[in-house]
């Protein structure tokens, strides 16, 4: 079976400092891999997606970007955390060609 | 644009009591609609996909149906493990794999 892990599981970052949150997925190969964002009062957004190793796409211009070094794992970095980047971040995957998408555990993000 | 809407935003019922969740969206070129069940402080579980006006599925006391513009969730004697938040997604035609979501319907089971 499939598995796909986040960590770490909370964080709490300054302003103006780096963030590198980590994905992996377990039991799949070249699998789709997502990026989403839940901000209090909002639906989950989408922030990045990929297809395969070093192919990634950007839904919403912003100062965060995603990395794919390797088939089941995604990394989502930041040079510099704004206020604006705390929420729930989710990472989630789908198999090459399937529609639906399985979520990871997350990623709870407050910047200070 | 493509919009997914979700109605009530909150909903509270007593144990047994059956109602339905609405999900109204607005996409160009539909490839899916999802729902997804999401617990306090944990990533969305996946429930069911439906692909064409007038598909039905169901797990255990909930069912889901789709017309062309909108989805329901209906919820069929409910217990107090029921309560979650109840997330519907649409997977929009064209070539990016995204999904749109809708803001929620939180639900709470009162026993």
């Known amino acids: 079976s499939q598995t796909i892990h986040q960590w770490p599981a909370t964080l709490v970052q300054p302003v103006g400092s780096p963030l590198s949150l980590e994905c992996t997925v377990e039991g799949t190969s070249n699998p789709n891999l997502y990026w989403y964002r839940q901000a209090a009062g909002r639906g989950l957004q989408l922030l990045f997606y990929s297809v395969g190793i070093g192919q990634i796409s950007s839904e919403v211009p912003q100062n965060l970007s995603a990395s794919r070094p390797q088939d089941r794992q995604f990394i989502l970095s930041s040079k510099k955390l704004l206020l604006s980047d705390s929420g729930f971040y989710l990472c989630?995957?789908?198999?090459?060609?399937?529609?639906?998408?399985?979520f990871g555990p997350g990623t709870r993000l407050t910047v200070t | 644009e493509d919009q997914v809407t979700q109605s009530p935003e909150a909903l509270r019922l007593q144990e047994g009591e059956s109602s339905s969740l609405n999900c109204s969206y607005t996409?160009?070129?539909?490839?899916?609609l999802f729902w997804y069940r999401q617990d306090p402080g944990k990533g969305p579980e996946f429930l069911f996909t439906l692909y064409s006006a007038g598909e039905e599925k169901e797990k255990e006391r909930l069912k889901a149906t789709l017309t062309k513009k909108e989805s329901f969730l209906h919820i069929t004697a409910p217990k107090p493990e029921d309560s979650a938040t109840y997330l519907c997604?649409?997977?929009?035609?064209?070539?990016?794999?995204?999904?749109?979501f809708g803001k929620g319907t939180h639900l709470i089971i009162q026993p």
């Open positions: 996409v160009s070129g539909l490839r899916g």
């Open positions: 997604a649409v997977r929009p035609g064209g070539g990016a794999d995204g999904l749109t």
């Open positions: 989630a995957w789908s198999p090459t060609g399937g529609a639906e998408q399985y």
